[in-house]
């Protein structure tokens, strides 16, 4: 019976020496939470780098954009100083004009009603090319009055021999850069003094105008040049007349 009890204890000792140990599993569980922990390890600072990056890609383009914003606001002061610069050089420049531009304007009425002398080619050439009859006598018409109204109105009142007279003074006087929107009021016989036909007395009427720069043609493109058809530019006779008076 000993003998039998012995075999049967060697038994269980070969069973219990024989069933799988849990060491390995143990390891392998271990070995994959450290390479576990090595990967978290490794995404954290992946991270942290991109992280890194990008605040110093915000900054730089933050930077950017302050440099943009201040160029801006430069461009901005100095585009507010040139308008500025603009506005006063209008000011002094319509100063200048309210000055000079009665006498001017007097100096034009004064010129339509004057003939230029024979050897003034180059005057009867630029009159004729606005259309004035240079063999016209200036003495066939004159003003009598002149005045200033509201708005820079203005009305001229004079006398002349004919209706043909005043025809060709009405035309010479649109040609003046001080008389806007010139309007012909009325032309009519006045009474007669028994020593010729009665003179034909007339009104206009304008607006006055004492800047220089309206009313001009814009600068004709050069001889040659094409528009947007293709088609080239037919070179205009310009009609230059005269703006001041002469003496």
């Known amino acids: 019976m000993i003998r039998i009890n012995l075999l049967e204890t060697a038994q269980k000792k070969r069973r219990k020496r024989s ?44 930077q950017k954009l302050d440099g943009f914003k201040k160029l801006k606001e ?9 308008e500025e610069e603009k506005t006063q050089a209008n000011i002094f420049a319509q100063l200048k004009n309210a000055t000079v531009g009665p006498s001017n304007m007097f100096l034009f009425l004064a010129y339509v009603l004057t003939t230029p ?32 109204g509201k708005d820079n109105k203005i009305t001229l009142v004079g006398q002349a021999i004919s209706h043909h007279d005043v025809d060709e003074l009405l035309h010479r006087l649109r040609a003046s850069i001080y008389l806007q929107g010139l309007r012909f009021l009325s032309a009519k016989a006045g009474k007669a003094d028994g020593k010729g036909p009665p003179l034909i007395e007339f009104k206009i009427e304008a607006v006055l105008n004492y800047d220089p720069e309206v009313g001009k043609a814009p600068p004709e493109p050069p001889e040659g040049a094409k528009d947007k058809k293709g088609n080239k530019d037919k070179k205009k006779g310009s009609e230059a007349g005269p703006e001041k008076g002469k003496g």
Do not use: C
Not at 120 to 139: F, K, L, P, S
């Open 19 to 62: 069933l799988p140990s849990g060491a390995p599993a143990i390891a392998l569980y271990v070995a994959l939470l450290l390479l576990e922990g090595f990967l978290l390890y490794f995404w954290t600072v992946s991270k942290e780098d991109s992280l890194l990056a990008q605040q110093q890609l915000t900054a730089e383009a933050q």
């Open 117 to 148: 002398p024979l050897e003034n080619h180059a005057e009867r050439v630029a009159q004729e090319q606005i259309g004035w009859n240079t063999q016209w006598d200036t003495d066939r018409a004159w003003f009598t009055s002149v005045t200033q």
């Open 74 to 82: 430069e461009r901005d002061e100095l585009a507010k100083k040139m």
